[in-house]
């Protein structure tokens, strides 16, 4: 499959960045579409100077600006969506707006201007509350608990729908808990910044029994350009992460070795989850990507290690 202009919606964001990083050193040409609101100028900068790489500062809810850029690309990826799952109960609109009205707008746009492919960030959030058992991608019914969740089904839905009618294709993966450098939020991100105002002292949210699996950001990339380059269904389903998970007091434990604290007291705030709308136990059935050839090269303690590694050192 020839894919050479590229189109990444949430470019200048965690996830995207990254996926930037990778399309433009395989000589891609990439056009980054972001408003920077969670993205950040930092994360893009190096590319600045490259003949094949552009941005457009704009909102996914400009319908006539996405409508005039997404023209001439070969293919969409899209990794725009409020990337904080808490914000949702805060602000009850940012959801649907964020992801579901911003997925119809893209999509819309893309119809108009005939452009046919289109890779999507989901998550695993779409389950839902589910038992504690390996997610298939055929697991159903999926009654997502959170706003969050809800505006990733409602976009899977929007996509199914545009390439059932209108001749589109889709690789929609729905994503492990996803870290690694440039983080800019999550539980690696906020213990940091806990332990950097106080080093004796970690809040914990919940009872930190929480296990979900991780995987790191540079094999999130691997994992959606495999899918995409070996993948040929009209819609493409899988969830990306690995067979092992974490749980959140390890990820405190692992922290406080790589920052070289001792005697961290660790201050739980109880109850089986952080936050109203958090799944506190996640499992990935990934053997469909696996079989489709494609493997994360670390378990889940070993993606957090090397995501702690990352983010202390600074690296990019």
């Keep these: 499959m020839m894919i050479k202009k590229c189109f990444v919606t949430g470019g200048a964001g965690f996830i995207g960045s990254h996926l930037v990083d990778r399309l433009i050193a395989d000589g891609k040409e990439v056009t980054v579409y972001d408003n920077f609101t969670s993205g950040r100028m930092e994360f893009i900068e190096h590319h600045l100077k490259s003949k094949n790489f552009k941005y457009i500062k704009a909102d996914m809810l400009d319908f006539e600006t996405l409508k005039k850029s997404v023209g001439g690309h070969d293919m969409v990826f899209h990794l725009s969506a409020n990337p904080d799952a808490r914000q949702g109960n805060l602000n009850h609109r940012l959801d649907l707006e964020q992801e579901t009205v911003a997925t119809y707008n893209l999509l819309e746009s893309m119809y108009l201007a005939g452009v046919k492919k289109i890779m999507m960030a989901s998550s695993g959030t779409i389950y839902g509350e589910t038992p504690v058992i390996p997610l298939t991608e055929d697991y159903g019914p999926v009654l997502p608990i959170s706003l969050y ?9 929007l996509i199914t729908a545009y390439c059932n009618t209108f001749g589109m294709q889709a690789w929609i993966y729905r994503f492990a808990n996803i870290v690694g450098g440039r983080t800019t939020h999550g539980v690696i991100f906020d213990f940091i910044n806990k332990l950097k105002s106080n080093p004796h ?12 699996p991780y995987l790191h950001v540079k094999e999130c990339v691997d994992g959606i350009l495999f899918g995409v380059a070996h993948a040929s269904e009209m819609v493409n389903v899988y969830n990306l992460g690995c067979d092992t998970a974490t749980d959140v007091t390890t990820i405190a434990k692992i922290l406080v070795t790589e920052m070289g604290l001792n005697n961290v007291k660790f201050k739980y705030t109880g109850g ?5 709308g958090d799944v506190p136990q996640t499992r990935f059935d990934v053997s469909k990507i696996n079989k489709l050839g494609w493997h994360a090269s670390r378990n889940s303690d070993e993606a957090v290690r090397q995501a702690i590694k990352d983010v202390v050192g600074g690296k990019p």
């Design 201 to 212: 002292e970690l809040e914990i949210l919940g009872d930190g029994t929480q296990c979900k």
């Design 149 to 157: 969740g809800a505006g990733k089904l409602a976009c899977e839905g």
């Design 272 to 276: 089986d989850r952080g936050w109203p």
